[in-house]
């Protein structure tokens, strides 16, 4: 069976740094780097943190950098990848996992559900194709960790999420709540309109810019 290596970033919170291992990984046609993480797990060291759920595009867990860009591990074919980080700009807890709920809790509070009375069933919205397609948010979070305007901690500037978010909202006849107004004060227009943030399952994230913009 043809191998190959792979060198993985892995952040070690008591030592605060990044730092890079090589594993051997079998090759085989049409492998993922998610069944080599799962590999390394299994045969050679069962410490290496890393998430994963659905083992292909539904959960949004396993993102993590490869190839220079944000994208999901259970989709990225290993072919072609030799080392493998963390999202960057979000915080890290371990190896390959980012803290997503350190993330979440600073969008607390927006009421990111439909608010307003009770409505029929929402068959429109299957008729808008830009809502369906922002309903295509796994959450996995590889927009935010490609925008550059995007800091963690930073107030008022969520990233590129809340946005599709809001979006969805915004769309949904159900919802009564400002949706462009929360845009505005959560700085959509610190968005330089880059187009460097990425979603591996194809939301339109400068459409949903637009969208909300004033
Ligand atoms: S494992 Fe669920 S999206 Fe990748």
Redesign the pocket.
Same mark, same amino acid.
């Given at each position: 069976m043809k191998k190959k290596q792979l060198h993985v970033n892995r952040w070690l919170p008591e030592r605060e740094k990044l730092v890079r291992e090589t594993f051997i990984v079998p090759e085989e046609p049409g492998a993922t780097v998610?069944q080599a993480l799962l590999y390394i797990y299994e045969e050679t060291d069962s410490t290496l943190a890393f998430r994963?759920?659905? !083992?292909?595009? !539904?959960?949004? +867990?396993?993102g993590l950098q490869a190839r220079g860009k944000p994208q999901?591990?259970? !989709?990225t074919k290993l072919a072609g990848v030799n080392e493998i980080a963390p999202l960057p700009r979000l915080p890290l807890l371990r190896d390959l996992v980012v803290d997503r709920a350190a993330y979440f809790s600073t969008i607390q509070g927006l009421s990111l559900y439909p608010v307003g009375p009770a409505a029929e069933p929402p068959v429109i919205l299957r008729e808008d194709p830009l809502h369906r397609n922002l309903m295509a948010c +796994?959450e996995?979070l590889c927009c935010v960790a490609s925008c550059p305007a995007y800091c963690f901690g930073e107030p008022c500037f969520a990233g590129p999420y809340l946005f599709i978010k809001l979006g969805q909202l915004h769309l949904d006849p159900r919802d009564m709540a400002d949706r462009k107004g929360q845009a505005q004060e959560w700085g959509i227009k610190r968005c330089r309109g880059c187009e460097k943030c990425v979603c591996p399952n194809g939301v339109r994230l400068k459409e949903t810019i637009i969208l909300l913009s004033p």
């Open positions: 998610l994963y759920s659905c !083992r292909y595009l !539904r959960c949004g +867990l396993c999901l591990a259970c !989709r +796994l996995c």
